[in-house]
């Protein structure tokens, strides 16, 4: 499980001495934001962070080019694969429920946070109609039993919500502690009745030539790599949750969110806790490449030739991106500026440059601008569009969103070309 993967590593940074859930895990995350590093001793617990920081190592794992993991997660979302159920797994070794959430390695990841937070867990829940939801849901540790969850309004809060309108508590179980098909997947926005366990598993069999194994607990599937596994119930009441250090880096504010209650908790024999950084490179590449092929299928509808889509590093993979497109007709720029905006609504500021730049590489795609935009013709502004909320320099999620053309015109392309030997 993850320490399969951590050992697959050679450049993981081992912490053999005690280190405090306190903010000093932080403190290491940020020192080597782009390496795994191993906690060996976190309240006597092993702690990992920082394991999917960047494409390339996500994509040396899966077995594939950093380019391909955006084709990569779209197949998946457009042809999920049914799982495969078995009897055991081994999260099933130590089953309790004499914990306290107090008592594991729960981070608290910066001063101002409203608490320890849960930030790797995914939620799974099944509906009345048999349908299976798996999403991230970042959770507050209130006491020793029970958590705040954010819940914004998708297929986990619809499913919470029918139930608190009847006073009823909804059936879940959070898990922590995934391999990155299971992450990635558990990050995608699709269509409701599309099951992200069976994303899960088709990237699985992609990549691995295997589908996603699950186990039932209570009727509710679980995947077996779960290194964690909380039976809970979600409750009708609501409570504060944060502060707490979203994608951006800054504070998100405090708001009233529904009740969690842990019953019972399963993990395996010597369990690792994934601490995912708030605000880190793992934080933004699970929240942001699953969001690049919405981008890419919205632009590949008016464009039909798009090379590749980023969400940078620098826009937190969240506020900006950059595509590359060969353009058939003058204006295809511009409405792959608009497309970019439509396939993720967060969206604040798009680049579009020709195929012959590496969207990978920052000095390629300034040096585009540079030398191939004019403000008063390739700029695309759209004020008061609704954008983030964890934007905050948004006023209530308003925002102005802004696109620059950065492509050659197809007069001209000639008077545009880098010199090359």
Do not use: C
């Not at 495969?84 to 089953?95: D, R």
């Not at 993720?344 to 020709?354: A, F, G």
């Amino acid at each position: 499980m993850l320490r399969e993967i951590i050992e697959h590593f050679n450049d993981t940074v081992v912490i053999d001495k005690p280190v405090s859930k306190e903010l000093e895990i932080t403190r290491y995350l940020l020192e080597y934001k782009d390496r795994p590093v191993l906690f060996r001793n976190v309240d006597g617990w092993e702690v990992a962070g920082n394991i999917w920081s960047t494409r390339e190592r996500i994509a040396g794992y899966l077995g594939i080019r950093k380019e391909e993991i955006l084709h990569l997660i779209a197949d998946a979302m457009e042809n999920p694969l049914p799982y495969q159920m078995v009897k055991n797994a081994p999260f099933m070794e130590s089953s309790t429920r004499d914990f306290s959430l107090k008592e594991l390695p729960i981070p608290k990841y910066y001063p101002k946070d409203g608490g320890q937070y849960f930030t790797s867990a995914m939620v799974i829940a099944k509906d009345e109609n048999g349908f299976v939801n798996m999403s991230f849901h970042r959770m507050m540790v209130i006491d020793e039993k029970r958590v705040a969850i954010r819940l914004v309004p998708r297929h986990l809060y619809s499913m919470w919500k029918d139930r608190a309108e009847r006073g009823e508590e909804l059936d879940v179980r959070i898990v922590v502690g995934n391999p990155i098909h299971l992450l990635l997947a558990g990050a995608t926005s699709v269509a409701y009745g599309v099951s992200e366990l069976e994303i899960a598993s088709a990237i699985s069999q992609r990549a691995f030539g295997k589908p996603l194994e699950v186990t039932e607990i209570g009727d509710i599937p679980v995947p077996v790599e779960s290194e964690f596994v909380f039976e809970a119930k979600i409750l009708p009441e609501l409570t504060d949750e944060g502060p707490f250090v979203d994608i951006t880096g800054t504070y998100d504010y405090i708001r009233k969110q529904p009740v969690v209650v842990f019953e019972r908790m399963h993990h395996m024999e010597n369990p690792i806790f994934h601490a995912l950084l708030p605000g880190g490179y793992e934080h933004y590449m699970l929240m942001g490449l699953p969001k690049e092929p919405q981008i890419y299928a919205s632009v590949k509808r008016v464009v039909p030739k798009v090379h590749g889509v980023r969400l940078t590093e620098g826009g937190t993979m969240w506020l900006h991106a950059v595509v590359s497109i060969t353009k058939q007709h003058d204006g295809d720029g511009k409405n792959a500026i608009l497309a970019a905006f439509a396939g993720h609504p967060s969206l604040k500021h798009v680049v579009v440059v020709d195929e012959d730049i590496n969207i990978y590489d920052d000095r390629e795609v300034e040096w585009a601008i540079a030398t191939r935009f004019q403000a008063d013709k390739d700029l695309v502004v759209v004020p008061n569009a609704r954008g983030s909320s964890l934007d905050p320099s948004a006023e209530k999620s308003l925002t102005t969103k802004w696109g620059i053309d950065a492509t050659k015109p197809l007069d001209k392309k000639e008077e545009f070309e880098r010199a090359k030997l």
